[in-house]
């Protein structure tokens, strides 16, 4: 690689090790709110809900679409969310 591209490459890098950061400020957000429907609910069979689940990757996919970004990569991120939060739950559900 020449050192021309090295250094862009070196830029962009930090750009995204800021965006990172501001994922990991989001995801603490997330939790917290998530640490709150916990509390609401009574029964762990309520932690899955299929037809939000279903409700919120078609949103995805459409606002993928509208903003050019490929909905495969916004499909999969929220999926892998989904399931994590998910299993968050569960582990949680009997602490609260």
């Given at each position: 690689?020449?050192?021309?591209?090295?250094?862009?490459?070196?830029?962009?890098?930090?750009?995204?090790?800021?965006?990172?950061?501001?994922?990991?400020?989001?995801?603490?957000?997330?939790?917290?709110?998530?640490?709150?429907?916990?509390?609401?609910?009574?029964?762990?069979?309520?932690?899955?809900?299929?037809?939000?689940?279903?409700?919120?990757?078609?949103?995805?996919?459409?606002?993928?679409?509208?903003?050019?970004?490929?909905?495969?990569i916004t499909s999969r991120i929220w999926k892998n969310m989904i399931w994590s939060y998910i299993n968050?739950?569960?582990?949680?559900?009997?602490?609260?």
């Open positions: 690689m020449s050192p021309i591209r090295k250094k862009k490459l070196e830029v962009i890098r930090k750009k995204l090790d800021k965006l990172d950061n501001s994922l990991i400020s989001i995801i603490k957000k997330r939790t917290k709110l998530v640490n709150e429907v916990i509390k609401l609910k009574q029964y762990k069979k309520e932690i899955v809900d299929q037809k939000r689940i279903k409700i919120i990757l078609a949103k995805i996919r459409k606002k993928s679409l509208q903003q050019k970004i490929d909905p495969s968050y739950e569960r582990k949680n559900f009997n602490k609260k």
